[in-house]
């Protein structure tokens, strides 16, 4: 779209006396209307050519700037509060890692008070519109740099790759791998990767060892102890519904005990008659009033486990009318039963 620029000469003393006397707007602005006022008289087909012919090439000027974009879509999850945006920023992997690194060592009085404020270029968006750029980066198109799902209350940082879809690494990690590939100067970026990679290899959680232990000021006391609802047996696990009647905040190091957000916790403790003792970590889940749920285990000690098993003793007499040890050996006759009939052949 080219434009021609008109220089009107005008005696500074007209000009002078009408910027004096015109009550809104600019002696320009007036001269804008002016022309428009003699566009809008043109003929009707030569004014609709040149309106569609200005709109078309207006479209494809922005059409070809969002195909020019880069830019990267994080998830963040931070003091019970999680966010979706962009960052207009060409960020991949390593660079998020070293942002993230720079936030967390970072002195209070030096940081932003939430990691979204280390981009200066952000924007909110919501869930479906992560989810779609999400798409995009797998399709590759080049626009979306990177896609992040960054949880600093549970210490993880998952990255989409193109080819692999989601990896999941401890933040520590990420933050380590960053550190020794940006502390030397005067490095190739790609001498840079190489670091970071090589840092990472073997990292990557799996499934199974990518549990979130969670950790707080203190530990369960014998009035923190109470369950609700049925008893719920587990192949060899009995699990009691914990009521949250303490401060959860305080003992698993959440965020819930607040008026920030409708978060809440469902805590279950697991009784192993297997074992015959009380399991060993409780199963936490944070529900999020937002919407989702997040998984945890809180690893209890054994004083905390000398509470439970009293509690857990009552509770199954008061539910089921027999004792935890009546409930195994139960359980344990039913298991050999079962062997011994799978082991029988018939003629």
């Known amino acids: 779209m080219t434009q021609r620029e008109i ?19 600019t002696v320009a602005e007036k001269l804008e209307e002016h022309i428009d006022e003699l566009v809008n008289q043109l003929p009707e087909n030569v004014y609709e050519r040149i ?6 090439e207006r479209e494809q000027a922005r059409m070809d700037a969002e ?8 998830h963040v999850t931070e003091n019970g509060e999680s966010t979706y945006f962009v960052a207009e920023e060409n960020l991949e992997m390593l660079q998020a890692a070293a942002r993230l ?4 060592r970072k002195s209070p009085e030096n940081s932003p008070a939430r990691f979204t404020g280390m981009f200066s270029r952000g924007e909110k968006i919501s869930r479906e519109q992560f989810q779609t750029y999400v798409n995009e980066r797998l ?21 989409l790759h193109i080819m692999d879809g989601w990896q999941c690494f401890r933040i520590q990690d990420i933050s380590t791998a960053a550190y020794f590939a940006m502390k030397k100067s ?16 073997g990292k990557q959680l799996t499934n199974e060892d990518s549990s979130i232990y969670l950790t707080g000021a203190r530990t369960l006391r014998a009035e923190d102890v109470s369950f609700a609802e049925d008893i719920v047996q587990n192949e060899n696990l009995l699990e009691f519904y914990m009521e949250v009647c303490f401060d959860a905040d305080k003992v698993f190091g959440t965020h819930v005990c607040t008026t920030e957000n409708d978060d ?10 297997e074992k015959q003792q009380v399991a060993d970590t409780l199963e936490v889940y944070l529900v999020r009033g937002s919407g ?3 998984d945890y285990k809180y690893r209890l000690t054994d004083a905390e486990k000398e509470l439970l098993l009293p509690k857990m003793e009552d509770y199954c007499q008061q539910k089921w009318g027999q004792s935890l040890d009546e409930s195994c050996q139960q359980y344990l006759t039913e298991q050999q039963q079962e062997q011994q009939s799978g082991g029988m052949t018939f003629s």
Not at 51 to 56: A, N
Not at 101 to 104: A, E, G, W
Not at 186 to 201: E, N, P
Not at 264 to 273: E, I, P
């Open 7 to 25: 220089t009107l000469w005008v005696d500074e003393r007209w000009c002078k006396a009408l910027e004096k006397h015109l009550l809104d707007g």
């Open 51 to 56: 309106s569609s012919e200005i709109w078309q």
């Open 67 to 74: 195909a020019a974009r880069r830019f990267a879509v994080l």
């Open 101 to 104: 690194r720079s936030y967390t």
């Open 139 to 159: 399709e590759n198109t080049g626009r979306v740099t990177g896609a992040f799902d960054i949880d600093l209350d549970r210490g993880r940082f998952d990255t």
């Open 186 to 201: 005067g490095v190739s970026q790609d001498t840079r990767w190489q670091v970071f990679l090589d840092r990472l290899d």
């Open 264 to 273: 809440y916790l469902n805590v279950y403790a697991n009784y192993d008659m």
């Open 292 to 294: 989702g749920e997040q």
